[in-house]
């Protein structure tokens, strides 16, 4: 099992290029980051004010893991997670295939939908429509990266034949997770999702979820063992629940979420350097 870090990305953290480097320095295969392209004022109330605070200053993750895949030569880069309702179809194929060819195959995207203030500020799906929409954007997206006269005809989006260049580096496409905790969307997001990317604070029991999940992509025709399994780590977590992680058969975990004195960049490299002793045992 590898394990990544997740940086708030603000400008008060590490730059990305600087802790891209100290990341790879210290044998961590991945630096995640999310975004918010805007959070409603009227959504205050629904994250811890601390939370709140960093995530309004949220840099762009795109252009923020470019800086860092420039300024190392094996670090994957991964969003966790990145909100495609919110962007606009043909300018996000685009970016996405962009930095995975920047970066030489190097880029994962967790994807997700957001909170339902931002999705109504930035989009006119409905909100129950979400994972039928995010859908359909994924099947037009796949086109759109693979198709050299590309066309989709779809429930929520429709074109005609359009030429869409690069093409990602990873072919059909980068790899797309899943970031969904309720049985129902993340059955509803099997048919398209090449993996899942659970927060473990989100499950009382993970084990049992990870089994749910095995289950469900079998009675959709997914082979389990075909799809990257990631697990966010909230918080400061012993090396013993790390393998509990691995043994389970998740094949990365992502640290930092949660941490202890998240909200003092100075302590990031210690933390790193913690976790830095145990990177070829869980691997």
Sequence with gaps: MDLGFVS???????????????????GFESLWVGEHPQ?????RG?????????????WDPFLSLLVAVRATTTLRVGTSVVLPLERELFTFAKQVATLDQLSQGRLVLGVGVGMRAELETSSPIAWRDRYRALADMV?????????????????????????????PFQRPNPPLLAA???????????????????????????????????????????????LDLT???????????????????????????????GDDPSTTLDYLDRYARVVDELR
């Design 39 to 43: 959070i409603p004022v009227a959504a």
């Design 231 to 261: 697990v966010m780590a909230w918080g400061d977590p012993k090396p013993e629940r790390l393998k509990r992680y691995r043994d389970l058969g998740f094949n990365r975990a992502v640290l930092g979420g949660g941490r202890r004195d």
């Design 139 to 167: 099947a037009a997206l796949k086109k759109l990266w693979t198709d050299d006269e590309a066309e989709h005809h779809g429930e929520f989006y429709e074109f005609e034949p359009v030429w869409s260049q690069p093409k």
């Design 8 to 26: 708030l990305n603000t400008p008060r953290d590490l730059q990305p290029d600087v802790l891209a480097v100290e990341l790879e320095a210290r």
């Design 46 to 58: 629904q994250l811890p004010a601390g939370l709140l605070d960093a995530q309004k200053q949220m």
């Design 180 to 226: 969904t905790t309720g049985p129902k969307a993340t059955r509803e997001c099997l048919a398209w999702a090449d993996g899942w990317l659970p927060g473990d604070a989100a499950f009382r029991d993970l084990a049992a979820a990870l089994a749910d999940y095995r289950h469900a992509a079998e009675d959709a025709g997914r082979d389990p063992a075909t």
